[in-house]
């Protein structure tokens, strides 16, 4: 049983727009983070949040972890194409979300 | 080292044949993790532990996987008589804090 829904699956735009992913689930975690994955590489960490409520900023990228810390969101402004990959929600009982596979276009 | 370092990068098995998985954690970090990765998105957690204890076995396959990690030497992922589904990327991640966790760079297994 997969716990984490990630949405969208896929997002494909054009250099410079802005984007939202989200990560939801019917369970509360006590943390959630944000990887990205590139082609041939594993997942690397972006951030964790772990307060409800809590913002994270992380240049063009904004990370919220919902009030009741069941869901999550992750908001890229103006993006680029070195945003190009896999982005994955992880929550503390060690389980990936399904992943939103972004491709960003000069 | 400073990194997760995976071996092999590639392995082919024929179907029925054992595979075998490496992973030397970052020094340091007492959890180990080992997931699988299939069709380029899903990651489906396998089991981790913390040294050479096992802390999570959930995800592990009842049958034909099993992993140790032994003091002084690199993780272990065993496959015994491999099957076409278990094509895929197997990666192992390292971690001193937990949730937090450092990757490598994966094992691509392909099963012929």
């Given at each position: 049983?997969?716990?984490?829904?990630q949405?969208?699956?896929?997002?494909?735009?054009?250099?410079?727009?802005?984007l939202t992913v989200y990560c939801?689930?019917?369970?509360?975690?006590?943390?959630?983070?944000w990887?990205r994955?590139?082609?041939?590489?594993?997942?690397?960490?972006l951030v964790?949040?772990?307060?409800?409520?809590?913002?994270?900023?992380l240049?063009?990228l904004t990370f919220q972890?919902?009030?009741?810390?069941?869901?999550s969101s992750l908001h890229i402004?103006?993006?680029?194409?070195?945003?190009?990959?896999?982005y994955?929600c992880?929550?503390?009982?060690?389980?990936?979300?399904?992943?939103t596979?972004?491709?960003?276009?000069? | 080292?400073?990194?997760?370092?995976?071996?092999?990068?590639?392995?082919?098995?024929?179907?029925?044949?054992?595979?075998?998985?490496?992973?030397?954690?970052?020094?340091?970090?007492?959890?180990?993790?080992?997931?699988?990765?299939?069709?380029?998105?899903?990651?489906?957690?396998?089991?981790?532990?913390?040294?050479?204890?096992?802390?999570?076995?959930?995800?592990?396959?009842?049958?034909?996987?099993?992993?140790?990690?032994?003091?002084?030497?690199?993780?272990?992922?065993?496959?015994?008589?491999?099957?076409?589904?278990?094509?895929?990327?197997?990666?192992?991640?390292?971690?001193?804090?937990?949730?937090?966790?450092?990757?490598?760079?994966?094992?691509?297994?392909?099963?012929?």
């Open positions: 049983t997969q716990l984490l829904e949405s969208p699956q896929f997002l494909s735009i054009q250099e410079g727009e802005n939801n689930s019917s369970s509360v975690f006590s943390s959630l983070q990887y994955q590139e082609p041939g590489e594993g997942p690397v960490l964790t949040v772990v307060t409800g409520g809590e913002v994270k900023k240049k063009r972890f919902g009030d009741a810390r069941k869901d402004t103006a993006a680029q194409t070195g945003d190009t990959g896999l994955l992880r929550a503390d009982k060690l389980i990936f979300g399904t992943g596979r972004l491709q960003v276009f000069p | 080292g400073e990194e997760v370092a995976q071996t092999p990068k590639h392995l082919v098995r024929g179907e029925g044949q054992k595979a075998k998985l490496y992973c030397a954690p970052i020094k340091g970090h007492s959890y180990v993790f080992w997931y699988q990765q299939v069709l380029k998105n899903e990651f489906k957690f396998l089991i981790s532990f913390q040294n050479e204890n096992v802390f999570d076995e959930t995800g592990m396959p009842k049958e034909r996987f099993s992993a140790k990690c032994l003091p002084n030497s690199p993780c272990s992922l065993e496959i015994q008589a491999t099957k076409l589904e278990d094509s895929a990327v197997y990666f192992c991640a390292s971690s001193q804090i937990l949730p937090e966790a450092f990757f490598g760079q994966g094992t691509r297994l392909t099963v012929v």
